[in-house]
């Protein structure tokens, strides 16, 4: 079931087509978006994903911003089968183009908690790539280009 929030954000739970390849619960699959929702549906339907899970996998990190250990729950990991045979696992965050980039300077009020999201998915993801990198994994960002949910500019 499927709701829509006031931020427009839709989230419930996804009903796995292949349980058998979801790494955790398969009775409690969260989706926190409509981008991923599709992702998952991606993941479950596709032969070459092996194993997927989400919001399963936490890495710590530290952040400069409170000067606390905080944890960062990947969105997605999954097992893909090459074409060539070959297994790789990634580690994949799903996030708006717009978050990926440093904020353009304005007088905006959201100016400064922009500035601050900026600055913390930084942290997580630089923990991300030493965690993907010391467990043989690949560390991806995936926006709404990657999801062919819109094109870009020429």
């Known amino acids: 079931m499927a709701r829509t929030h006031g931020n427009g954000y839709k989230q419930g739970f996804f009903t796995a087509k292949n349980p058998r390849k979801y790494r955790g619960n398969p009775e409690q699959i969260v989706f926190r978006s409509s981008w991923e929702l599709r992702f998952m549906r991606w993941c479950d339907e596709q032969d070459a994903v092996e194993q997927w899970a989400s919001e399963e996998l936490v890495i710590p990190y530290f952040s400069a911003i409170d000067q606390k250990q905080h944890r960062y729950f990947m969105d997605f990991v999954i097992s893909v089968r090459g074409r060539d045979g070959t297994l790789t696992t990634y580690m994949v965050e799903i996030k708006p183009h717009e978050q990926t980039q440093p904020p353009k ?43 062919g949910m819109r094109k870009r500019k020429a």
């Open 105 to 147: 300077p304005s007088r905006s009020k959201y100016y400064q908690s922009k500035c601050l999201e900026y600055v913390k998915n930084q942290e997580k993801w630089k923990a991300a790539e030493v965690f993907a990198r010391a467990h043989n994994m690949k560390f991806i960002i995936m926006t709404e280009y990657e999801l």
